[in-house]
């Protein structure tokens, strides 16, 4: 079974720009979630999707958004990009058959905003 | 919302040596604890997780404990090898379907030979 995949792998914005960034998860997954890795913040929790709905989300700017297609696959949209958003972006998804199930990662999305 | 705490943040140990991370959280109401290790330039792997139903469990060298009354998990690797070197990373679930993971700050795990 192919993994989780993402794409693209790497990008370069500049600052005020957009980027949408996509996220295919494992056959049969019906959850994805976004995660935002740094250096000085470590890995912190963006949003989740479930069934095209947006179940959960961290105290994100609004400039993050996310959607979630009637495939599973996700997009994460980042508004008005600032320096600060220069990060890895990884998404994960689970099959979430009613009980907790584990969380599979992406290789990531590499975003660097100059 | 759910807070996790990880120490300590760099470890080296021998090889052959164990290694013990903790973590604690605070949301009382979490009830899932998975572990992840990431490997420099790769995307994070779970090694073993647990729910707050059971207090132990164990894979092979790795082991994980929970204490649900002082809010705080640890997890233990025993007899190192250089290829454990890798950051690691505790969580908690914010949500019951554990797909809403809030992550400790990470340890950075060396082990010499």
């Known amino acids: 079974k192919a993994g989780v995949t993402q794409t693209p792998r790497y990008l370069i914005k500049t600052r005020g720009q957009q980027v949408t960034l996509s996220c295919s998860p494992i056959s049969g997954h019906r959850s994805v979630s976004w995660y935002q890795q740094t250096p000085g913040q470590g890995l912190q929790f963006l949003f989740e999707?479930?069934?095209?709905?947006?179940?959960n989300k961290e105290n994100f700017p609004g400039r993050f958004s996310g959607r979630q297609f009637s495939n599973s696959r996700s997009e994460m949209n980042v508004s008005t990009l600032e320096l600060g958003d220069s990060a890895l972006y990884l998404c994960?998804?689970?099959?979430?058959?009613?009980?907790?199930?584990?969380?599979?990662f992406g290789p990531g999305t590499r975003l660097t905003v100059l | 919302g759910e807070n996790v705490e990880q120490h300590p943040s760099t470890l080296s140990v021998q090889e052959g040596d164990s290694a013990v991370i903790k973590c604690t959280y605070s949301?009382?109401?979490?009830?899932?604890f998975p572990w992840y290790k990431q490997e420099l330039g790769k995307r994070p792997q779970l090694i073993i997780d647990i729910r707050s139903n059971v207090g132990e469990k164990k894979d092979q060298r790795i082991a994980v404990t929970l204490n649900k009354t002082a809010k705080h998990f640890s997890l233990h690797i025993t007899e190192t090898q250089p290829e454990d070197s890798a950051v690691y990373f505790c969580a908690a679930s914010m949500n019951q379907a554990g797909t809403a993971l809030i992550f400790g700050k990470g340890t950075t795990l060396s082990v010499s030979s």
């Open positions: 999707y479930f069934s095209e709905t947006q179940r």
């Open positions: 994960a998804s689970s099959l979430v058959r009613g009980s907790t199930d584990t969380q599979y």
């Open positions: 949301d009382s109401a979490s009830n899932y």
